[in-house]
């Protein structure tokens, strides 16, 4: 059996020349009935997951600090193929 000890989830890129500006804005109540599909590695900071719900899709942001507490943020709701352009962006260092 191997045992896996280095990070398993993607990580976000440095931010590219260029990148395309994110509109974050607070959670919408309708959040904790989202379906994450895909997310960033919990090794750093602020960590991104792509959600579902509703036919929709965005992109939520939490940052963790120092002391334990957390502030998640998301973007504007798209279709589903959409958002995952826009994920993949993020992950690429093309979108912040």
Known sequence: M???TGCVS???REVREG?????WREPVKAQD???VVAWSCHCRSTVYELCC??????????????HG???ASETYRWAYKKA???????LRGQAV
């Open 2 to 4: 191997e045992i896996i």
């Open 10 to 12: 993607p990580h976000v």
């Open 19 to 23: 990148h395309m500006q994110l509109v």
């Open 33 to 35: 009935r989202a379906r």
């Open 53 to 66: 719900v509703g036919g929709q899709a965005y992109i939520r942001r939490t940052e963790y600090d120092d």
């Open 69 to 71: 507490g957390e502030t």
């Open 84 to 90: 995952v352009e826009v994920w993949s962006a993020l």
